[in-house]
């Protein structure tokens, strides 16, 4: 049986460390949670969102799972961005892919994984939808990274049509929807452009409104 009793150790270290440049650090982290983002990213062990963007524990919400997916019917992810937006007044969410992913690969596939195929469904719709495009590229991994890329941008419209975001942005309050994808052999995050501030941009079908304020 493998020893995690390593990872107590460094935890010591780790705690020990963080007194040493802060002593009340983490007097004020069990008091407090005021996040300004939530991190929507892929469970990927080597994507840890605050390291990559050099934030401390209790500065940023955090949401993984594989392939950084926005499903509908995923109370999870639904309940992390309501409470994110509702109580802890988050002003950016940011939906993090990263290049060379391999839920978005195993998508690209056609051999049967189990359970993870209903989950990577969504990017099988996306390739298709953008099916010319991307048989278009020769290069493998480029295909793969292009694709990476197409499913951060359609996460960003996902959580825009969810009727928790559009009502956060009736009530007036600030938020903005990001799409940024991480390089694994550069550790730079790079700003897809697809931010998302109002539901200016969505198709009208998607702009819902609560049954009191229908007309």
């Not at 990213?41 to 401390?56: F, K």
């Not at 961005?81 to 509702?86: G, R, T, Y």
């Not at 359970?115 to 493998?140: C, F, G, M, S």
Request: glycine share 6%; charged share 20%; hydrophobic share 40%.
């Amino acid at each position: 049986m493998a020893d995690i009793s390593p990872l107590l150790e460094s935890n010591q270290k780790w705690a020990a460390n963080k007194l040493r440049a802060d002593p009340g650090f983490f007097e004020r982290l069990a008091h407090q949670q005021n996040p300004d983002y939530l991190w929507i990213g892929c469970a990927d062990s080597r994507v840890p969102a605050t390291e990559i963007v050099n934030l401390d524990p209790g500065e940023m919400f955090v949401h993984r799972n594989v392939a950084n997916l926005v499903h509908p019917g995923d109370m999870n992810c639904l309940a992390v961005l309501q409470f994110a937006i509702e109580f802890l007044k988050v002003k950016h969410v940011i939906v993090t892919g990263h290049y060379g992913c391999g839920g978005v690969r195993a998508a690209m596939q056609s051999e049967q994984l189990g359970l993870i195929d209903h989950w990577l469904q969504p990017i099988r719709d996306i390739y298709q939808k953008n099916k010319t495009d991307l048989q278009a590229i020769v290069d493998e991994y480029k295909r793969l990274n292009a694709l990476c890329e197409m499913n951060v941008r359609e996460q960003v419209q996902n959580l825009a049509k969810t009727t928790i975001v559009q009502n956060a942005w009736r009530r007036g309050q600030e938020l903005s929807l990001h799409g940024w994808v991480y390089g694994l052999s550069n550790g730079l995050v790079r700003d897809l452009g697809a931010t998302v501030n109002s539901p200016d941009k969505l198709d009208e079908i998607f702009r819902t409104h609560p049954k009191d304020a229908a007309g």
